[in-house]
């Protein structure tokens, strides 16, 4: 069963620091908030992240073209852990935890 993290500490000491990979994309967000990777076509992915409320926030630029700001619910089940944009009523992208 998927457990919710609502909150920067429990990111920080259950996903962050671990890369997360999807396909031939992958990403770190690393324990001091910065976001780097590859993208599915190999373009670069970098940016920050911060929590708002129950939120994991994020500000990314993928292939130098900046992304709007996102809200996005987290869930973690095992070593798959769950983004659902848009405070959690948007699409979502999963990613093994390694």
């Known amino acids: 069963m998927a457990e919710q993290i609502t909150d920067k500490e429990a990111f920080l000491e259950k996903i962050a620091g671990r890369r997360h990979v999807n396909g031939g ?6 324990k001091d908030g910065k976001v780097e990777g590859v993208g599915p076509r190999g373009g670069s992915i970098s940016g920050n992240l911060f929590w708002e409320g129950a939120y994991y926030c994020r500000t990314i630029v993928f292939d130098d073209e900046p992304m709007p700001e996102n809200h ?5 089940d095992g070593d798959t852990v769950t983004y659902t944009r848009d405070r959690g009523t948007g699409s979502s992208m999963t990613w093994t935890l390694e």
Do not use: N
């Open 25 to 30: 994309a992958w990403v770190i967000v690393s």
């Open 72 to 76: 996005q619910a987290v869930s973690l």
